[in-house]
RNA sequence: CGGGGCGUAGCGUAGCCCGGUAUCGCGCCUGCUUUGGGAGCAGGAGGUCGUCAGUUCGAAUCUGGCCGCCCCGACCA
């Protein structure tokens, strides 16, 4: 039901929420601050982080899948970087018995842990206690390793998207030789970041350094980039952190430079998570609804038949089929919609509220005068246009017609 | 953790003050008519009223406890 979205005039936090849950980007799971993704409705996040992976150019590191549960000696060991985190913690648990199926897993009494565990908040504590036995010259550096996870952080307030208790990122762990080229790394990472935002997801980022009280506890410096919201609130969207020699002490991890001398590796570590989705949507929608890139909807074209019954139906897709046929073959994502069970004016309205960039309606009187009509999502504009040449004109609507660096703002 | 709100059909809700097994809309199913901006009519299916206890002949409704979620704030590595 799109037909009651709050305007962002009136209450920009109950716009947002609408938005989400009216277009289907997610819902909210039994727990609270936990939400299930329809990632199909927006981006295959499989796909981005390929994509991301790109935009690393030059070494691009590993991939890594690390465990979700540490030990709590470890945490400890982590000592004074991660002493500001909030943890989370796992009781033993036993399967249903055979006999009783239907009420699931369940608490055993008697199972209790010796030892408490950590689900990760973040992953430096792995990382850097299997890092230890990963580097023991200058030889194994640099040491480039990423991973995409789920973490838990037990926030106290959650929003959809912008800060949910688990979140899916993608947390990069470097370990370098020396200071200069750990610093380097940081910076990179950060126009990485930049650039993705920017030339991807079409949204405009200011980048800056973290203040002490803002920055990773386990930071030496952290830069970030932050994206604007439409009510003039800054979004933190990701972060990159040069981590000194904090981590390699307090894991104790070493390696021998090329005079045989013992020294602490450098650190940075730099993340990106599904809060860039929760950009994306406030960055460019609208009061009508989700708005996408052209580059980034899963479908960019919705094609609206309009036909009294199924002889008609078929009359519009043998029309439309050439056309059809060239935007494919243009890589352009294209729905055809010939579900009967849905008028014409419910798709409209469905198509615009979920932000498919272009619609594309073919009635009777297209037919007759070799045209279709031709609706942008992002101005909202309306034209008819000939068929004949549809695929060109609908392939330049999809390039990127305002410019989004932050230059271009003139806040960088 | 403070403050506020809410738990009734898949979703959104009325009923609660003043007790008598539940209203309406959307969606769903069947049929016919429709189709260029969220179709119309007719028929139909679907509910342990968050949970536990108490009061009562009788509780969605009154009383008490518990649980959960949402919103505002503090927090947000």
Known sequence: MADKLTKRADDYAQWYNDLVLKADLAEHSDVRGCMVIEAARLCDLGEDAIRIGRYVQGHRPRECILPTLHSQKLSRQGGQPCGRLREGMCRGHTLPPKSDPVHGVVVDPTAKLEEELIIRPTSETIIWNTYRGWVKSYRDLPLLINQWANVVRWEMRTRLFLRTAEFLWQEGHTAHATREEAVEETERMLQVYTTFAEEYLAIPVIRGVKTASE???????????????????????????????????????????????????????WGVSTRL???????????????????LAPTQVAVVPIAKNAEQMEAVKDYFAPALAAMRAKGITVKFDDDDTKKPGWKFAEYEFKGYPVRIAIGPQDMENGTVEVARRDTMEKQVMQVIDLAEKVEHLLKPSKATSSESLGIA
Not at 240 to 266: C, M, P
Not at 279 to 294: K, Q
């Open 215 to 269: 920055r990773f506890a386990g930071a030496e410096d952290t830069y970030c980039i932050e994206a604007m919201m439409q009510d003039g609130k800054a979004l933190q969207a990701g972060t990159s952190h040069f981590l000194g020699q904090n981590f390699a002490k307090a894991f104790d991890v070493v390696f021998a430079n090329k005079e045989n001398q013992q020294e602490h590796v450098w650190a940075t570590s």
């Open 277 to 295: 989705v929760g950009a994306l949507i406030v960055t460019h929608s609208d009061d009508n609804g989700l708005v996408l890139p052209p580059k």
